[in-house]
């Protein structure tokens, strides 16, 4: 049986306080059931801007999205993810990842690594601060029991299997770094993502409680034609024909119904039914987020 549908919108611009708690009020008011924030230089940094939409906001979760690994000490990310889950009244949902924009490791002055090492790396981050916030002895100590819900943005085999022994949610890209831009995405197609969700199944076999799968939205366009639409992207992802491309699982593309019936299949075919959206398309899906509500 299919899992009701979950909405996220990722926050991705900065803003003064006023401006920002004005932004996850509108959030809250469109119906998204999570306000996320990224972990990318350039962007506001997550746990401040989460206490921040707290205080403006009652119902929404609250999540990173997603953390970058090698950013983070797993000691001090320990301390940072129990205070926030107090602060927020137990509303956080912690998101973790690798990274992978390298030129961001090397102006903070951090270390990089192979693919591996920093598959390496997440896996102990996850094992310490989940070690740390299991601890009675911890302080401080998470609201939530038995612990705050950890989500692995996950792609390549070995984070499909990390996120199958420790995640609640496991986030899908729809897209690997790009070989041709150091900070960008190359999307894959769907039957590609067939595929990795498929492995990811097949390496969550044991366990007792399925988690729940996320999918990133990289664009919603709400237009009579898909065609047009879509051709833009054909000039900067070359190697997808016209028919692939309007069959990317991360781009939602179409009138309204189109877009509905869209998200609908997305979750029968793969098993979606937690969906983020980028900040600059909060308002775009905001209509179909409101045919979708509670289904």
């Not at 740390?132 to 499909?160: F, Y």
């Not at 409680?209 to 366009?221: D, G, K, S, T």
């Not at 009138?255 to 937690?274: D, H």
């Not at 600059?280 to 289904?295: N, S, T």
Request: hydrophobic share 45%; aromatic share 6%; with cysteine.
């Amino acid at each position: 049986m299919s899992r009701p549908f979950r909405f996220g919108a990722s926050l991705i611009d900065p803003a003064p306080a006023d401006e920002w708690r004005a932004k996850c009020r509108r959030v809250e008011e469109l119906g998204y059931d999570v306000l996320l924030v990224p972990d990318h230089l350039g962007m506001p940094a997550p746990f401040p801007a989460l206490v921040a939409a707290a205080g403006a906001t009652e119902r929404p979760r609250l999540g990173t999205f997603v953390l970058n690994a090698g950013f983070w000490n797993p000691a001090l990310l320990a301390r940072e993810v129990a205070t926030t889950d107090a602060l927020t009244g137990g509303r956080l949902e912690l998101g973790l990842g690798t990274g992978y924009v390298r030129a961001e490791h090397e102006t903070a002055g951090l270390p990089w690594g192979s693919p591996g090492e920093r598959v390496d790396r997440l896996r102990r981050t996850v094992e310490e601060v989940e070690r740390s916030l299991g601890a009675r002895e911890h302080l401080p100590r998470p609201v939530q029991r038995p612990r705050v819900p950890l989500l692995i943005g996950a792609n390549g085999d070995r984070m499909l299997e990390l996120a199958a022994e420790h995640a609640d949610i496991v986030a899908f890209t729809g897209a690997r770094p790009s070989a041709r831009s150091a900070t960008g995405l190359t999307p894959i197609t769907a039957g590609e993502l067939d595929e990795r969700v498929a492995r990811y199944r097949d390496l969550a076999r044991g366990r007792e409680e399925p988690a729940e799968l996320n999918l990133l939205i990289q664009m919603v366009i709400v237009t009579e034609d898909r065609e047009a639409a879509v051709r833009p992207l054909l000039e900067r992802a070359p190697q997808l024909t016209l028919e692939q491309a309007l069959e990317l699982p991360l781009l939602l593309v179409g009138t309204l119904e189109e877009i509905v019936a869209q998200v609908r299949a997305q979750r029968e075919r793969y098993g979606f039914s937690y969906l983020t959206v980028l900040e600059p398309y909060v308002e775009a899906f905001a209509p179909v987020l409101a045919e979708l509500r509670g289904r």
